[in-house]
Structures are given as C-alpha cells and as structure tokens.
C-alpha cells in the first residue's frame, strides 16, 4: 500500500505529499454522525430510554462519547450512555422523569467526540414527550343550574364543561357524559348539552336534581321550571 501510494505521489513535492498524509490523517480521525437529516425521537414522561430513528451511531470511531446541548433555555433532562465505542452506539436516556403537560418537546444539538478529541458536526434531535395517563377528569364547577319554560322542549338547557389535564387528545380529551341518576325525562350529548326529552309539569315536580357523569367524575344537575 505504502508502495502504491508511493509511486502514485512520485511526481509531487515532499512538502506537498507531506500535507496531503497530514490532512488525509486528520479528517479520517474526524468523527461523523451516522444520520441523514435529524434524528427523530420520543421518550414516556415516566423518564427511561428516549427511542431514536436512526440510532445513535457514529463513523470513524473509537467515539468516547456524545456532547449534548440545549437549542431552547434550560438544563438538559437528557444524558448519553456508551454501548459500543467502536460503532459509536450509545442511547439517550432521561436523566429524570418529565412533564409533558409543561414542555412536551425537546430540540438538543448532538456531537460525536472521538477518543482523540476530534467531534463531529453538529446533528439535531427532536424528541416528543408521550403523554402518560395521571389526571382524572375535572368539572369546572361542582354544580350546574338551569331553567326552563313548563311544557317546552328545550334544545340546550345548559353546558356542562370537564376538563383533564393530561396533554394528549388520548388521555386528555373529554369522550362523553352520561346521566347517572336513572329515569331522567333529560339526555346529555357528547358536547356536555342537557335537554329535556320531554315536556315538563311544574305540577310534579319544580326541580329536577340528578348527577352526571363524564367518565370518573359527578356533577350535580339542577333544573328548575318556571
Ligand atoms: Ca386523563
Ligand atoms: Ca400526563
């Protein structure tokens, strides 16, 4: 090889060919990011392994480690572990457990520093906090009161309004309300609207006091007929 290269310089000045081994030397030590564009990630808000796409890896090792820096304010909740320093495989993992209900993403800047020191480029990381399921529905208010005409059919007696404060549409969305007290002469839709199903005699009753539910949590209804 050292032959071939050898002959192949034969024609260039030493000076040259010294600079040429030099700089050929120096970017073959150079560590690269085994990536193509960002890595794309997420991690549970409980904490753990964050999983990346693509892993992390990196070219021309030995790769010591990975330095990590925050493209927002604030500390880094993240840190790196070397599995092989040779393929320069390592993962990323949180170094405590998160919140997604107040910051359900993070943008850090990655390189790779070899066992000499050299580091490479700098790669993105986006990572999305997967929300985890810790609040319970909560109404806005414990009791709600509406009024409506004797005898009429009313379309929206009143809004009733819960709200959960996990951060996803998964485990933070309202999916429906249900009327717990039974024979009820009202129904409830998805939207938490209360009508009544049928007309209604103030010779019966004045008021009406009955629960609803949305999955966990009951609110007391009063309805009042003038
Ligand atoms: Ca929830
Ligand atoms: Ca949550």
Redesign the pocket.
Known sequence: MAGIFSSQMAGYPKLFVLLCTVIAFVSAKVPVLDVDGDYEGSVSEKGGSVDLNPPLKSLHGPICGYRITNKRHGRIPFEVFMIDELTGEAELRARRPLDCETEDSYSLTIQAVACTGEQSERGTVNIAVRDV?????EWRVEEYSGEIQEGDIVDAIISLDAV???CSPT??RICSYRISTPDQPFTINEKGVLRNTVPLSAQESRNHVFSVWQRTAAARIRVRYS
């Open positions: 399921n810790e609040y319970m529905p959960d404060r996990d485990f933070g």
